[in-house]
């Protein structure tokens, strides 16, 4: 199934210093290069093999210190403003031939360094360099990986040792289910993120050389070091803690922060009843007798029902989709009005005693499951109506705008269909026939019900033996007596004073 689209948030909160850069001075004035980045449908040409380019978010300015000059010390942590540690972006998957869907790869790099002879103009014009430079210099070595240039590092676990089921010949699917495992991508990052440092370790140095005074360059600050965090979109569905750990040039930072995503498209299918037609069916008399009353007849009574279900999809946060397709079950339903076939149940199964007289005349079958207004376009709704009782799914597949087409021709696979889509779903039980009993029936088990009640709460002991009360004379019938009672007290403690069974029926009766 589709990935969904997320809005993605990563968020750096705490500066912890375990060790100073400058052992035995006052302490450090460090502060932080903060981008966030992304690849997903917008950045990636879905070629074999793919090409990537990838988008960079840069924030507001550097700010000069975390916590003001001279001020950080080993032991002391510092909190790191919101402006400073949180970019946030939206992911969108993207559909790459023969390897399915991509769910958007995330991620922020973070640069710390020690203030020490720079102005911050100078360090800006560092900054900026850096993020004009980033999204190049990664794209190219993204790419190189996809092409098998990093294949190394993506065959090895986080801790450097080579992980098992490498093939002789990896290919594209390889790569992209090496990024899934953890201990892959930490080793990727790792090599991708040295990488990119080398690279543009030159253009940071020109671009503070050109405006710093020979003063500054004398004493140019100090980079403590360089790490990114990386998660593909659908690892982001909760919020995930991660570190940062710094540890050149004697220091030893640890920057801590959460990643998370919410869907930008959450929807819900609503359904209503908008009309129930109800038609006596049949009536049958039944001698029965109720608790340890005399016996008496009742009526057994069973109606049909034709109800109308209108169903429609909630965008509960989003803007509302431009394209959707209704199934019910495993079949795709056209524009307008029609019917498909269905599989209708037997009564008995579902029917408690006595209405279970009435259930033998009602057999499973195939049977029409009326359909209307099954649109393809935004605010579309489906209506049914049914004639006859069963257990079917509703599902409605749906894209936005800039979505791929996943509505291809009719003869494109069901499960091809509901994979390009995003996809929500409901489960019904369509009721034809509605059993019940006279109202009479309903009023001599609540009397039965207040007589046991007050046996309960007096704790009277219960002894159906022939000295006591007998529920039912003859005997020979009471166990069977026993079994409706008890049966018909329990339908009456959760439904209240009137009993109604609703199931599956087709054909009562020799009736339609």
């Given at each position: ?53 990838v ?20 032991g ?7 402006a ?44 900026k ?74 253009s ?25 965090e990386?998660?593909l ?15 050149d ?6 920057v ?33 007798k ?12 069973a ?77 579309a ?19 936005f ?8 021709p ?13 996809l ?20 001599d ?17 219960v ?10 004379d003859?005997?020979?019938?009471r ?13 009456l403690v ?19």
């Amino acid at each position: 199934m589709r990935p969904p689209e997320l809005d993605v948030t990563f968020r750096l909160y705490e500066l912890d210093c375990q060790a100073t850069e400058d052992a035995g001075s006052d302490g450090d004035e460090p502060y932080l290069w903060v981008l966030g980045f992304k690849v997903d449908a917008e950045t990636l040409d879905p070629g074999l093999p793919p090409t990537v380019r990838v988008q960079v978010f840069r924030g507001v300015p550097a700010s000069p210190w975390i916590a003001g000059a001279g001020s950080v010390h080993t032991g002391e942590k510092r909190a790191i403003p919101a402006a400073l540690g949180t970019r946030s972006f939206r992911l969108k998957p993207a559909l790459i031939p023969l390897a399915g869907w991509f769910p958007g790869l995330a991620g922020v790099i973070c640069l710390l360094w020690d203030q020490d002879g720079m102005t911050v103009a100078s360090s800006e014009a560092g900054h900026k360099a850096f993020d004009a430079k980033l999204g190049g210099a990664l794209a190219g070595e993204l790419n190189t990986m996809l092409a098998g240039g990093y294949d190394d590092a993506l065959s090895r676990d986080a801790d450097g040792n080579v992980a098992p089921g490498r093939p002789d010949s990896p290919d594209l699917t390889w790569r992209l289910a090496r990024l899934r495992d953890a201990g892959g991508r930490r080793s990727v990052v790792r090599a991708l993120t040295a990488a990119v440092k080398d690279q543009l370790s030159g253009s940071i140095k020109d671009a503070v050389t050109d405006v710093a005074s020979w003063t500054e360059l004398i004493d140019i600050d100090d980079l403590l070091g360089v790490e990114a965090e990386v998660y593909l979109g659908d690892e982001l569905g909760g919020v995930r803690d991660f570190q940062l750990r710094f540890t050149d040039d004697e220091s030893d930072y640890t920057v801590r922060g959460q990643a998370g995503g919410r869907r930008v498209h959450a929807a819900r299918i609503l359904s209503s009843v908008t009309n129930v037609e109800r038609r006596l069916e049949q009536v049958h008399l039944l001698w029965l007798k109720v608790c340890w009353f005399a016996a008496r007849e009742y009526l057994a009574r069973a109606f049909r029902l034709r109800t109308t279900t209108r169903f429609v999809l909630d965008i509960t946060t989003g803007e509302q989709p431009v394209a959707v397709r209704w199934f019910l079950g495993d079949t795709v339903l056209a524009p307008g009005q029609g019917s498909v076939m269905v599989n209708f149940e037997p009564l008995a199964p579902y029917v408690p005693p006595p209405q279970d007289a009435l259930a033998g005349a009602v057999r499973g079958r195939p049977g029409r499951h009326h359909v209307h207004g099954a649109g393809h376009g935004a605010g579309a709704a489906l209506r049914q109506r049914h004639t006859a009782s069963t257990s079917v799914r509703s599902v409605r597949c749906f894209a936005f705008a800039g979505d791929p087409d996943i509505f291809p021709p009719p003869a494109t696979p069901l499960p091809q269909l509901l994979d390009m889509g995003y996809l929500q779903q409901a489960t019904m039980s369509v009721t034809g026939v509605q059993l019940s009993m006279e109202h009479r029936y309903y009023e001599d088990v609540a009397a039965c019900k207040k007589v046991i009640h007050e046996v309960d709460r007096k704790h009277i002991a219960v002894d159906f033996g022939r000295l006591h009360i007998e529920p039912g004379d003859p005997a020979p019938d009471r166990e069977q007596v026993l079994a409706r009672v008890n049966a018909d007290v329990r339908v009456l403690v959760a439904a209240g004073l009137e009993i109604v069974a609703e199931t599956a029926v087709t054909r009562l009766g020799g009736h339609r």
